[in-house]
Every structure is written in structure tokens, then in C-alpha cells.
């Protein structure tokens, strides 16, 4: 399939293709196989959206679509929303179960609806009980939805935060749902100067209950990814490397397992944690604990997926991307799809992608 470059308006123009080396574990094809699960990803530096499944020959496969900075995912029942530099987006997958296209994929997202944010560098997204899509604006320091005429609509900001400005005050990044409606978030400070969080990144994050306007947890390391599952908060503490399981009561963290390096982006799937490692910017990560964590080891950060035994701590599969790309963004679990594909904005296959019901309804309805 050709690949096409998004701006944030929606136009497209060519752009090259990166073919990355990739190693990965023997076993995850099997794996992905036996959770009857594929996988979504993303990597703002690239711009890229990616699909990985298990081809009809049972080798790992990708689907790959450029959106300028595509940032957060989430996805439920045959919908995938996609963060983006100046736009959310949201994609259908127009085949009905048991449907294939071309014998090989069983999901095709096509994207149906670019909402225009313009640039407000959002992270983490989610959809609430009422079907509104939720997301982090870190660049106003706020959750907000989408509004049909402004660029979006705010529905809460840290109580440490004076006001609604464009200065990334305290890198709010990250969104746990639960019952359908915001209830965590993290924050690498408390600032609430212009790009303050930047003075100390790798001290005083914040994990924040936001229906109680409480902090959690405040001994944390530029964490990101919250996720409530069995009853705990489990996060990525990107900072000293660990993904890291918070008592909510009581804000008492333990570390689960290292990560190699620095993650950003997770979902729970089954007992299983699916986490998104970066390499460094700049050649390593400075001051931050992380990186002392890897030279104790002997060991050089990577950019890929690994898959996390919960119970056990234990990493259990892996997908190292060797070259080609140097950081992920988040993943996304698309569960009873074995192989997807998705179709790019202004590609050949986006124009002629055209599908209705041939069935006609009544002119005057009700």
C-alpha cells in the first residue's frame, strides 16, 4: 500500500517510506494468536500509525498510515480514535465479522471524521459513557472534549493551574477512565508557570484523582499511561524505568518490572500489560534515574513493545524496533481482530474507498 503524509488540515503529500528493522520474540505471533488480539501504535516523530497482527501465513504483520504527530489511541467495538497534530480523528473498520478484504485482513479502519483541534499537543484520549471523546490538552493544561465551533471545550484543569493558557505549564499527560467517566491523571509537576514542569522533570510528577481534586501519589518520575485494572492504578513512572502498581487508597506504590526504555504508552489486555518504550532525544536521558537503571545493567535503551506478565512481573514478548524509528507513542489492544489494516488520508485507496446501504429510507422520517 502507498503511504501518504497527513498535515493537520487533512491534505496529504508523499512522503518516504521507512522500512524498519525490526527483532521480535519467537513466540508473539502464537501470543497475539492465543489472546485473539492485534495490536495499534503510534510514533509522533515519524508521523506514522501502525497495525501489527499475524498474516494468513502466521508471520507477525503491519499496516502502516502517516498522521503528522500521531500521539494518543483508544479503541472500542470496531472504532479507533487517533490523536494528531491539529486533529483527532476517528476510524471505522467497515468489515462486518467474518468479512475479509483482499483474503488477508479482517478489520479495515477508514477514517471517517477529522475533528480540528488545531495544535493543542494532546496525549492520552479516551470515550466516556455518553460517547464523547476525552483527552488530555496539555498544551492548556486541561481535559477537554470536542466542541462542534470552538476548538475544543474544557471540562477540568489541575486546581494548582491559574488559568487556561497555551504554555504546557505542567505536562498533563496521561487519562485513566473508569465507569465511563476521567478519574486519573498525571502530571510531570505541579507548575503553573510557562513550560515549568521542564525545570525538574525527572521529580515531583503527580498522579491526580480528579473526581476528588486529590493527589494520589506525588513521589513519581515524569510518569505517564495511567490504567486502572483489578482494583489498582498502574502506571508507567517513565522516569526511573518501572512500571509501577498504586494502591489508590492509600497512594503506596510498588514496582512491577523494569523497562528498558522509556515508556510511554500502555494497555491492559487479559492480565497483560502492552507497553510503548522510546530511546532518548539526545543520546541518553541525562539525569533521570532511568538512565543510571540502564547502566546498572550493561544495558542501551530501545524503542519497541514489550508484553508484561502482571502476576509475575515478567517480560514475556517483545517487538524491538532496531532502526527506522527512535520512540512510540501509545498502543492500543484491538481485541477478536487477528490481522487489520488501515487506509491513509488522501491515499488511492481513501478516494475510492466508498461504501452505503443500498437500502432506501423513507423521505420523511418519523
Same mark, same amino acid.
Given at each position: 500500500m502507498?503511504?501518504?503524509?497527513? $498535515?493537520?488540515?487533512?491534505?496529504?503529500?508523499?512522503?518516504?517510506?521507512?522500512?524498519?528493522?525490526? +527483532? =521480535?520474540?519467537?513466540n508473539?505471533a *502464537?501470543?497475539?494468536?492465543?489472546?485473539? @488480539?492485534?495490536?495499534? =501504535?503510534?510514533s509522533?516523530?515519524?508521523? &506514522?500509525?501502525?497495525?501489527?497482527?499475524?498474516?494468513p501465513?502466521?508471520? @507477525?504483520?503491519? !499496516?502502516?498510515?502517516?498522521?503528522?504527530?500521531?500521539?494518543?489511541l483508544?479503541?472500542?467495538e470496531?472504532?479507533? /480514535?487517533?490523536?494528531?497534530a491539529?486533529q483527532?480523528?476517528?476510524?471505522e473498520?467497515?468489515l462486518?465479522?467474518?468479512?475479509?478484504?483482499?483474503?488477508?485482513?479482517?478489520g479495515?479502519?477508514?477514517p471517517?471524521?477529522?475533528h480540528? %483541534?488545531?495544535y493543542?499537543?494532546?496525549?492520552?484520549l479516551?470515550?466516556d459513557?455518553?460517547? &464523547?471523546?476525552?483527552?488530555?490538552? %496539555?498544551? =492548556?493544561?486541561c481535559?477537554a472534549?470536542? +466542541?462542534?465551533?470552538?476548538?475544543? *471545550?474544557?471540562?477540568?484543569?489541575?486546581?494548582?493551574?491559574?488559568?487556561?493558557?497555551?504554555?504546557?505549564?505542567?505536562?498533563?499527560n496521561?487519562?485513566?477512565?473508569?465507569d465511563?467517566?476521567?478519574?486519573?491523571?498525571?502530571?510531570? !509537576?505541579?507548575? +503553573?508557570?510557562?513550560?515549568?514542569?521542564?525545570?525538574?522533570?525527572g #521529580?515531583?510528577?503527580?498522579?491526580?484523582?480528579?473526581?476528588?481534586d486529590?493527589?494520589?501519589?506525588d513521589?513519581? !518520575?515524569t510518569?505517564? !499511561?495511567?490504567r486502572?485494572h +483489578?482494583?489498582m492504578?498502574?502506571?508507567?513512572?517513565s522516569?526511573?524505568?518501572?512500571?509501577? *502498581? @498504586?494502591?489508590?487508597?492509600?497512594?503506596?506504590?510498588?514496582?512491577?518490572a523494569?523497562?528498558?526504555?522509556?515508556?510511554?504508552?500502555?494497555a491492559?489486555?487479559?492480565n /497483560?500489560?502492552?507497553?510503548?518504550?522510546?530511546?532518548?532525544? /539526545?543520546g541518553?536521558?541525562?539525569?533521570?534515574?532511568?538512565?543510571?537503571?540502564?547502566?546498572?545493567?550493561?544495558?542501551?535503551?530501545?524503542?519497541g @513493545?514489550?508484553?508484561?506478565?502482571?502476576?509475575?512481573?515478567?517480560?514475556?514478548e517483545?517487538l524491538r524496533? #532496531?532502526?527506522?524509528?527512535?520512540?512510540? =507513542? $501509545?498502543?492500543?489492544?484491538?481485541?477478536?481482530?487477528?490481522?487489520?489494516?488501515?487506509v491513509?488520508?488522501?491515499t488511492?485507496?481513501?478516494?475510492?474507498?466508498?461504501?452505503?446501504?443500498?437500502e432506501?429510507?423513507?423521505?420523511?422520517?418519523g
Amino acid at each position: 500500500m502507498s503511504e501518504t503524509r497527513s $498535515d493537520p488540515a487533512g491534505a496529504a503529500e508523499p512522503a518516504p517510506d521507512i522500512v524498519p528493522s525490526l +527483532d =521480535f520474540s519467537p513466540n508473539l505471533a *502464537r501470543w497475539l494468536l492465543a489472546q485473539r @488480539i492485534s495490536l495499534a =501504535f503510534t510514533s509522533y516523530q515519524t508521523g &506514522r500509525l501502525l497495525l501489527m497482527g499475524v498474516g494468513p501465513d502466521g508471520r @507477525i504483520a503491519f !499496516s502502516k498510515q502517516n498522521y503528522t504527530r500521531a500521539m494518543g489511541l483508544h479503541y472500542a467495538e470496531g472504532r479507533l /480514535h487517533l490523536a494528531s497534530a491539529a486533529q483527532i480523528w476517528r476510524l471505522e473498520n467497515i468489515l462486518d465479522p467474518g468479512q475479509y478484504a483482499n483474503r488477508a485482513y479482517d478489520g479495515v479502519f477508514v477514517p471517517r471524521v477529522g475533528h480540528t %483541534t488545531g495544535y493543542v499537543d494532546a496525549h492520552d484520549l479516551a470515550v466516556d459513557g455518553e460517547g &464523547r471523546v476525552i483527552f488530555v490538552n %496539555t498544551r =492548556f493544561s486541561c481535559l477537554a472534549t470536542l +466542541d462542534p465551533r470552538q476548538s475544543f *471545550r474544557p471540562i477540568w484543569k489541575p486546581w494548582f493551574v491559574s488559568g487556561l493558557y497555551p504554555e504546557d505549564r505542567c505536562h498533563l499527560n496521561g487519562l485513566a477512565m473508569v465507569d465511563g467517566v476521567p478519574r486519573y491523571v498525571t502530571a510531570v !509537576s505541579r507548575a +503553573d508557570e510557562m513550560e515549568g514542569w521542564r525545570a525538574a522533570p525527572g #521529580e515531583g510528577g503527580v498522579l491526580i484523582d480528579v473526581q476528588e481534586d486529590r493527589v494520589v501519589a506525588d513521589d513519581l !518520575s515524569t510518569p505517564h !499511561s495511567p490504567r486502572v485494572h +483489578d482494583g489498582m492504578i498502574w502506571l508507567l513512572d517513565s522516569g526511573r524505568g518501572f512500571l509501577v *502498581r @498504586i494502591d489508590p487508597a492509600t497512594g503506596a506504590g510498588e514496582d512491577v518490572a523494569f523497562c528498558p526504555g522509556f515508556g510511554r504508552g500502555m494497555a491492559i489486555h487479559n492480565n /497483560h500489560a502492552v507497553i510503548a518504550l522510546s530511546q532518548a532525544r /539526545h543520546g541518553d536521558f541525562g539525569e533521570l534515574q532511568l538512565q543510571r537503571e540502564l547502566d546498572s545493567r550493561g544495558l542501551r535503551p530501545w524503542c519497541g @513493545i514489550i508484553v508484561v506478565e502482571l502476576g509475575s512481573g515478567r517480560v514475556i514478548e517483545h517487538l524491538r524496533i #532496531e532502526s527506522g524509528f527512535t520512540e512510540l =507513542f $501509545d498502543v492500543a489492544v484491538l481485541p477478536g481482530l487477528r490481522n487489520p489494516m488501515s487506509v491513509g488520508v488522501g491515499t488511492e485507496e481513501f478516494l475510492r474507498n466508498v461504501r452505503f446501504n443500498p437500502e432506501f429510507g423513507p423521505l420523511n422520517p418519523g
